[in-house]
């Protein structure tokens, strides 16, 4: 069965510094992977996906991913953040085909950005 | 700009009255879904569409039904809403072909008095 573990639930971190969100899936298959932001009160926007190819994916907002097959890890990355980068991040990885198309969930990672 | 919309994004209901949230999307997707999501949690599949096929999850409670009357819109109807009920109902959008890249509407917050 497929999972989706986001290692931390919460990451404070003070602005202009690096982050680093993790996340380990498990699956028996090829899969696509995901990294969703939410903002208070609003929904999910994608920021970034990875789907086959390049191992380094680059997102919106300066984010990046990068998808590694041996660890089974998609940590999500930005170099510098912003307040404004304050949201709750999740994971996510496909399952399914046709008509029976899901996403697996992690349990999302607080990210506080502080002053 | 082509997008998925929910109304209301805010919705209060008492205690055992029907209540109905909408979603359209604008997108032309062939699948739909509605999440439930509480506080500080992941979202929760509730149900999808694929075209007019309805997907229930198991663990899904009939107290939950949709309806999708067109490819456009999608409803989700709480028959007899209950407090453990008030959570965030997202509803989202994909185009079969896309990867599972869903679309994701702001979501109604729903309040049970």
């Known amino acids: 069965a497929q999972s989706v573990t986001q290692l931390d639930s919460q990451v404070p971190v003070f602005e202009e510094a690096p982050v680093e969100l993790r996340c380990n899936y498990s699956?028996?298959?090829?899969?696509?992977l995901f990294w969703y932001v939410q903002y208070p009160n609003q929904g999910l926007q994608l920021l970034l996906k990875?789907?086959?190819?390049s191992t380094l994916v680059k997102g919106i907002n300066g984010f990046e991913a990068e998808f590694n097959k041996s660890q089974t890890s998609f940590h999500l990355r930005k170099p510098s953040v912003h307040i404004s980068d304050t949201a709750e991040y999740f994971c996510?990885?496909?399952?399914?085909?046709?008509?029976?198309?899901?996403?697996?969930w992690g349990l999302g990672t607080s990210l506080a950005v502080n002053p | 700009d082509a997008m998925v919309i929910q109304n209301p994004r805010y919705q209060v209901t008492q205690f055992g009255k029907p209540v109905t949230l909408s979603c359209s999307q604008t997108?032309?997707?062939?699948?739909m879904y509605w999440y439930q999501q509480k506080s500080s949690q992941a979202p929760k599949l509730l149900f999808h569409?694929?075209?007019?096929?309805?997907?229930n999850e198991a663990d899904t409670p009939d107290n939950f039904q949709s309806r999708r009357p067109n490819t456009s819109f999608c409803f989700l109807d709480i028959r007899s809403p209950g407090l453990g009920d008030a959570a965030m109902y997202l509803c989202?959008?994909?185009?079969?072909?896309?990867?599972?890249?869903?679309?994701f509407g702001p979501g109604t917050r729903l309040t049970v008095l």
């Open positions: 989202a959008s994909l185009l079969r072909a896309a990867y599972n890249e869903q679309f």
């Open positions: 997108l032309n997707h062939n699948v």
């Open positions: 569409y694929y075209d007019k096929d309805f997907n």
């Open positions: 699956s028996s298959v090829s899969v696509y």
């Open positions: 990875y789907l086959s190819g």
């Open positions: 996510a990885v496909s399952k399914g085909a046709g008509n029976n198309r899901k996403l697996i």
